[in-house]
C-alpha cells in the first residue's frame, strides 16, 4: 500500500500517479528521453537501453483487450466476482486492471478498452480504494 | 567443470500438517536423504534450503535437529521454484570445485497459514493490489491459449484427469483418487476458464538430495548414482512489452535451451519429465517450451497419451503440481526425487520403464512484469 | 580461485521510511553502486539479494527496476547476516570461476513492519516463545560477562558514546547526535543490564556492490579497485553443549580464522573494521573474537580508544549497527561499503588514514541452540 | 505454537512432554542410547554420534543458574517485567526458560536452581499460557 494518498474526499486512491481523467481519463506510462520507448509504470531506468532519465508520458486513451478473466475466488479483501484484463497500447505496453462492466459475457478478446475509475477493493477500514479500470467499448 | 552426483533423496508425503513445523518436516526429509545416500551425516559440507514462507533461518533451525550444524547453510528464495534453486546452489558449488558433498533441501508448511484460495503476493506488485493472484494470472494465460491455438476446456481438464491417474500410483501423492473430465469441469469456477480441479492444492511437505563430485562418487555412492547432466537457472526478462505477463515461454526456452545444450542432449532424448504443472493450461505451455511438441500443440500431446504412462514422453508420473501437490518451497526437490526414482528404477506401479534420462523444469512466478521469477531446469541421467 | 575485486559500492542513507518498499531502496542502492562501478548494468551476469522480511522475489522486484532481468537472482537469507552472504555469495561464483561480474544487493524494510520492540523471531523456537528476543539473549551474554571479567556498565556504555561520536561524522548514519555514559545509561531498561541506547535501533536501508573477476578488473574497473583478501561464511555450532546460547564468539572465532587465513594475514594486519555491534556487548565479544585483544580484554580496549578514530585498530567508524543502524538484510553491505570507501580514502571525516587492510564481521543470530544462524567474515584490500 | 496440546481443564500447555512434575518437578531432556550424551530438547538425531535412536531422559531437578535477566520491553503477548534465566544441568545440558520470583533482586549467578510450572504468556484469547519454568533454591 506505499505511495497511495487520500484525496480530500478521504475516499483511498490507489497510484494517482498512473492516471488522469483530463482531459479524457488515460493512463501515465514512463518513457525513456534516450531511446523513447515506454513502459508501464515508470522504472527507475530503462529496461532497454538502461537511461536513468525518464519522464511521465500519457498513454493512448484506448488499447485491445489481450486476455481477460471473470475471478471468482480471491484474497479477502477483493469482493467477488471481478473482471480482471490484460490490454495492449498502441504505445507497446501491456497494462494489467480490472475491468468495469456489468456484461461481462459480452467481453471478448481483442475488443477495443477505454479507461475509468472505480473501486478495486476494500481498504482495512472496509471502505472503497479506488483506482484506474479498464471499461469495454463498443 | 566437474562432474556432479545425486547419491540419495528423501521426502515426506504431501498433504496438510499444519502440526508440523518446517523444521519438522525437513528433518525428516533430509535425514530420508542422508540415510537413502549411505553416508555419514557429517560428509556433507555445506547445505541450502529452499522456502517462500516459513521465516527466518529455516535451514539452521531444521538441519540443528539432525546435528548438521557448523557447515555454511544458506537459505534461498525463487518464488515456486526455491526448492530447485536449492539445488542449483548445491550442484554449482560442486560443479565449480568450492565442495564435494551438498544436501539441497526444500520445505514448506503452507496450511499453517493458509486455509485455502490463492497464494499470499506481494502487494508491492501493482498487479497483485489490483486483483491479481495466480489462478487469475494463469486464466488469463489460458483464454488467449485457448483462442489461437483451438482448444477446448475439455482438453484443459484431460491434463488434471491423467495427472490424478498418475497420482493414484504415487503414495506420497497429496489426490490419490482418480477423476473424470466432467468431475473437473464441475469442481467450483476460481478464475475462467480455470475450475478449482485445475489448480494446484494448499499442501505440506519437504524434499532434500544429497549431492557430490564425481571425484568421490565411487567412494561414497550406496546405490545407483544419478548423474547431473545439465542445471541451469535463469529470471524471467522483460525482453517485449508486447509479451509481458502472459507467456512464461520464453524464461522455459531460454532455461532448458541452456540446460540442453549443457548436456549435449535435446528434448527427443527425455525419458521422463516432471515440470511445472501449477495450473492445467501450465503442462501444455511448458511442454511446449521445453520442446516436447510444437507451439501450440500442447494439446494434442494430451489427447495422444504421449505424456502419459505408457507414452513416449511421460510427462508428471507423480502426478505433478496438480496431484502430488505443490508445497512451494519443497516442489523442486519433490520433482527431483521422483526422477531419480525412475532412473533408479523405484518408482513403484508408476515406474517409466527403462528411464534413462529425465528433466525438471521448476517456475518461479509472481512478478506480473516479466515472464517469471526463476525457472531452473535440471537433466538427470545415468 | 581466481581473485575478486570490488568495483563499486552504493547505499541508501540509514532511517524510518515506511513510505519505501524494499524493491524502491533497493534500487536505489544498486544502480548506485552500478554508478559508483562505472559499468555498464548488463555486465551484471548474477545478483544476490540478502534481505529477512521483506517477502517474495524480493531481488527480481528490485532489480527490474533497472532493467537488469535473464539473469539468474538468488534471493539469500542468513538473519542479521543476509547481506554479507549475498556478499558471500556473489565472491565464491567469481572465485570458484562460474561467473565474472557480480551484484551482491543488501534490503530491508523494518519500519513498515515494526512500529520499535525486540525483531520479530520464529515461534517454532522453543526459547523464542518462552520470551527470549534479541536483547534478552545479549542482556543474558553481558551479564555472565560482566560477572566473569570485571567488567561495569559504565564500560557497556563507553562502547555506545564512542559509536555516536563516530556516527556523527557519518552523513548515512541513523543518530548523529553525540551522547554520554550517563545519557546511555539513563535511557530505558530493554533488559537488565541493557538500555535502549545499548540496543541497535529499528530502521530502514539498502546497500550494494558489485563484484568482478581479477581477469576482468583492469578492463572494468574505473575507481581504485578494491581487492577481496578473504570471505568466508559459516554457521554456528553445537559442538558443547554447556557453551550453548551464551557465547557467540566460537562462531566468530572460527570464522575469522579461516578468512584470515585464506587472506594470509592476521588480526594485527587490520587497520579498520566493521563489526556486528547489535547490543553494546557484542563489541567487546567479538573484538576479542576477532583477536583484536585478549579474553575479556574487550573493555580496555575501549578504555584505551585503540577503537576510536585515531586509534591503532578503528572499530566501527561508520557508527556500527547502534548509531548508523541495523536494516537487517542490509547491514552486511552497509559495513562493507564503509570499508570500501576507507580503503579508497573517500570516507570524508571519519577516515582512517592509511588505511590498507579492513574486515567485515556480521552475525546472524537468533538459533538459541546454536552460537548464531550465520557468520560471515570478509577481509578487502587495497 | 506448533506441538502445544490442552489440558482437561482447558488451560493451555506450552511443550508438557517436555517437564514433569511427578514425583517432583523436572525437565525431560533426549539422550543417546548410543554415546549416552543428553540434549535439551531432544532432537531426531544425536548431535554428537548422529544415532537416530534417542531416547526421553529425566534431568536432575535442580541446576545452576549459568545467567539471567529481567525483561522489561518483550513481544506484545509477553506482560513485563519478568525473568529469562540460563541454568546447567549436570547432565551436560543448558536449558532457557523464565523465572518464577518475587524478589529479582536476590537473583545471583551460579545460584541453585529448581523447576516450578507457570504462566509464560497470553494466548491469542487473552489467557495465561502453562509452561515449565526455573525457580531460585537458596
Ligand atoms: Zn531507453
Ligand atoms: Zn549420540
Redesign the interface.
Known amino acids: ?2 505511495e497511495k494518498e487520500k484525496a480530500s474526499d478521504q475516499t483511498e486512491i ?2 494517482p500517479e ?1 492516471f488522469s481523467t483530463t482531459p479524457h481519463p488515460h493512463l501515465i506510462a514512463g518513457r525513456c528521453k534516450s531511446c523513447r ?3 508501464f ?1 515508470k522504472y527507475y531506468a530503462c ?1 532497454f537501453c538502461f537511461s536513468d532519465d525518464l519522464e511521465d508520458s500519457p498513454l493512448s486513451p484506448t488499447g485491445i483487450l ?10 479477502p479483501a ?1 469482493p467477488v466476482p ?1 473482471g ?3 490490454v ?1 497500447f498502441p504505445e ?3 497494462v ?3 475491468i468495469e462492466t456489468d456484461k461481462p459475457e459480452e467481453l471478448k ?1 481483442d475488443m477495443k478498452m477505454g479507461i475509468t475509475v472505480g473501486p ?2 476494500k481498504g482495512k477500514d472496509g471502505k472503497d480504494i479506488l ?1 484506474y479500470k479498464f471499461r469495454p467499448l463498443s | 567443470m566437474k562432474d556432479v552426483y545425486i547419491l540419495g533423496v528423501g521426502t515426506t508425503a504431501c498433504g496438510k500438517f499444519p ?6 518436516l525437513g ?2 526429509a533430509a ?1 530420508a536423504a542422508i540415510k537413502d545416500a549411505g553416508i ?3 560428509k556433507i559440507e555445506i547445505a541450502f534450503c529452499g522456502h ?2 516459513q ?3 529455516v535451514g ?2 531444521t538441519l ?4 548438521l ?11 515456486c521454484g526455491s526448492g530447485t ?1 536449492a539445488f ?2 548445491a550442484w ?2 560442486i560443479a ?3 565442495y564435494d558433498v551438498a544436501l539441497a533441501l526444500g520445505v514448506e508448511n503452507l496450511s499453517r497459514i493458509l486455509s485455502g ?2 497464494l ?8 497483485v ?5 495466480m ?2 494470472l494463469y ?3 489460458a ?2 491459449y485457448m ?1 489461437e491455438y483451438g482448444v477446448t476446456a475439455e482438453q484443459l481438464a484431460k491434463v488434471v484427469v491423467k495427472s490424478r491417474k498418475h497420482a493414484a500410483l504415487n503414495p506420497i501423492a497429496q489426490f490419490r483418487k482418480e477423476t473424470t473430465i466432467e468431475g473437473v469441469l464441475k469442481s ?7 475450475t478449482r480441479d485445475q489448480c494446484c492444492p494448499v499442501g505440506d511437505a519437504s524434499a532434500a538430495a544429497v549431492l557430490c563430485s564425481g571425484e568421490l562418487v565411487d567412494k561414497l555412492a550406496t546405490k545407483k548414482p544419478i548423474k547431473v547432466l545439465g542445471c541451469v ?7 517485449s ?6 507467456d512464461p515461454s520464453e524464461n522455459v526456452s ?1 532455461t532448458s535451451g541452456m540446460a540442453y545444450e549443457m548436456a549435449g542432449l535435446g528434448p527427443e532424448d527425455m525419458d521422463v519429465a516432471e515440470i511445472h504443472d501449477a495450473f492445467s493450461i501450465a503442462e501444455m505451455i511448458v511442454c511446449e517450451a521445453l520442446g516436447f511438441c510444437e507451439k501450440g500443440a500442447g494439446a494434442r500431446l494430451i489427447d495422444e497419451e504421449r505424456t502419459s504412462l505408457g507414452g513416449d514422453i511421460v510427462v508428471n508420473p507423480s502426478g505433478g503440481l496438480l496431484s502430488r501437490g505443490h508445497p512451494v518451497g519443497a516442489t523442486g526437490l519433490l520433482q527431483t526425487a521422483e526422477i531419480v526414482w525412475h532412473l533408479r528404477g523405484e518408482a513403484g506401479k508408476r515406474q517409466v520403464e527403462g528411464a534413462k534420462v529425465g528433466i525438471i523444469e521448476t517456475m ?1 512466478g ?5 515472464d517469471g ?2 525457472c531452473v531446469v535440471s537433466i538427470l541421467g545415468v
Not at chain 2, 69 to 78: L, R
Open positions: 500500500m506505499s490507489y497510484k498512473l520507448k515506454y513502459t509504470p529496461p489481450h486476455s481477460f478473466t471473470i475471478v471468482r475466488r480471491s484474497f477483493y471481478y480482471l484484463g490484460l495492449d507497446g505496453v501491456r494489467m486492471a480490472q478478446l478495486i477493493r483506482s | 502440526e508440523k513445523g518446517a523444521h519438522i528433518r525428516e535425514w555419514h551425516p557429517r517462500v514462507y521465516g527466518m533461518g539452521q533451525r540443528k535437529e539432525i546435528g550444524v557448523g557447515q555454511p547453510t544458506v537459505n534461498v528464495e525463487g518464488a534453486l542449483w546452489e554449482r558449488t565449480y570445485g568450492q484460495g490463492p499470499p503476493l506481494e502487494e508491492d506488485d501493482i498487479e493490489f489490483m486483483g491479481m493472484g489462478p487469475s486464466a488469463m494465460r483464454k488467449r483462442e467450483p469456477m476460481i478464475a475462467d476458464p480455470l537457472a535463469q529470471s524471467g526478462k522483460y525482453t512489452p508486447t509479451k509481458l505477463t502472459c531460454r518461479g509472481a512478478q506480473p512484469a516479466m521469477v526463476t
